[in-house]
């Protein structure tokens, strides 16, 4: 029974191996970005949030002073 590789083979086997593992490495990267895309979006949407947010009291207050004033007179 011959138990050796052809050399045909050998080199199959390793470039199988490598685009597996720039694959793997591929993968990683994206998942990075993937996560690191999440965490910038969610940043951003509250810093946004927090823009809305302080507009609306913006308004609200001038409003009130509006009402306040109309009041008065």
């Given at each position: 029974?011959?138990?050796s590789l052809s050399e045909e083979s050998i080199p199959e086997v390793i470039a199988k191996q490598s685009v597996l593992t720039i694959n793997i490495f591929i993968m990683d990267q994206c998942d990075?970005?993937?996560?690191e895309n999440k965490e910038t979006d969610a940043f951003l949407d509250?810093?946004?949030k927090k823009k809305i947010?302080?507009?609306i009291r913006q308004?609200?207050?001038k409003k009130k002073l509006c009402f306040?004033?109309?009041s008065q007179t």
């Amino acid at each position: 029974m011959d138990t050796s590789l052809s050399e045909e083979s050998i080199p199959e086997v390793i470039a199988k191996q490598s685009v597996l593992t720039i694959n793997i490495f591929i993968m990683d990267q994206c998942d990075q970005m993937s996560l690191e895309n999440k965490e910038t979006d969610a940043f951003l949407d509250e810093v946004h949030k927090k823009k809305i947010n302080d507009e609306i009291r913006q308004r609200n207050r001038k409003k009130k002073l509006c009402f306040n004033a109309s009041s008065q007179t």
